[in-house]
């Protein structure tokens, strides 16, 4: 069965930092690619970031450019999100989500960590 | 970039009657749609591939149609379980860059 854990969200200060950590299980890793997509309270989810299966491709919505880093460590079959420079609008749930084999969808999710930016 | 408008907003529908939600796209996106399905405290869960294809284990009742500009997710019987909040998702085919746009949703009541 497929599972994916995110931990890491918090309270934080603006400009400050958070790394969040999704930890896979239940299929082979490395074959698929993976994302990270929130959700601000009462809105849509929003697409942030989503790396290649072996790490080498990376992608990020324009308001995560230059702020975030996705990476991932095939070894230990986790996925990360370092976020630097917060924003109050960065305020959301944060999932990380599997790319499907089908299709560019997000066939698996995690349940989410709340990430709060707020002095 | 694209944008993806979803309509209405909100719909109320009595069980086992059928609901029609529509998603439309600023720009044609052929047929790169997804539908999720997203209750209050949970992540999204995918209904909805290809505008078309049922993802694994969804029923039956649900159903998906339209390309380019114009789609309609069709939900035939509605059961207790299925009053929700839907999204839309557009993608772009590999090997082209991810760009994924969601929709605003359309909030599912029971009337």
């Known amino acids: 069965e497929v599972h994916l854990l995110e931990s890491g969200g918090g309270l934080v200060q603006p400009g400050g930092s958070l790394r969040l950590s999704c930890a896979a299980s239940g299929f082979t890793y490395t074959n698929y690619a993976m994302t990270w997509v929130r959700q601000a309270p009462g809105k849509g989810p929003e697409w942030v970031s989503a790396i290649s299966g072996s790490g080498d491709a990376t992608y990020y919505v324009d308001s995560a450019k230059g702020r975030f880093t996705i990476s991932r460590d095939n070894s230990k079959n986790t996925l990360y999100l370092q976020m630097n420079s917060l924003r109050p609008e960065d305020t959301a749930v944060y999932y990380c989500a599997r790319e499907s084999s089908s299709a560019r969808t997000f066939d698996y999710w995690g349940q989410g960590t709340l990430v709060t930016v707020s002095s | 970039e694209v944008v993806m408008t979803q309509s209405p907003g909100t719909l109320s529908v009595s069980p086992g009657e059928r609901a029609t939600l529509s998603c439309r796209a600023s720009?044609?996106?052929?047929?790169?749609l997804g539908w999720y399905q997203q209750k209050p405290g949970q992540a999204p869960r995918l209904l909805i591939y290809g505008a078309s294809t049922r993802a694994t284990g969804i029923p039956a009742r649900f159903s998906g149609s339209g390309s380019e500009t114009e789609f309609t997710l069709t939900i035939s019987s509605l059961q207790s379980e299925d009053f929700a909040v839907y999204y839309c998702?557009?993608?772009?085919?590999?090997?082209?860059?991810?760009?994924?746009?969601f929709g605003q949703g359309t909030r599912l009541e029971s009337k």
């Open positions: 720009q044609s996106v052929g047929t790169n």
């Open positions: 998702q557009k993608y772009d085919n590999w090997p082209q860059d991810p760009m994924y746009t």
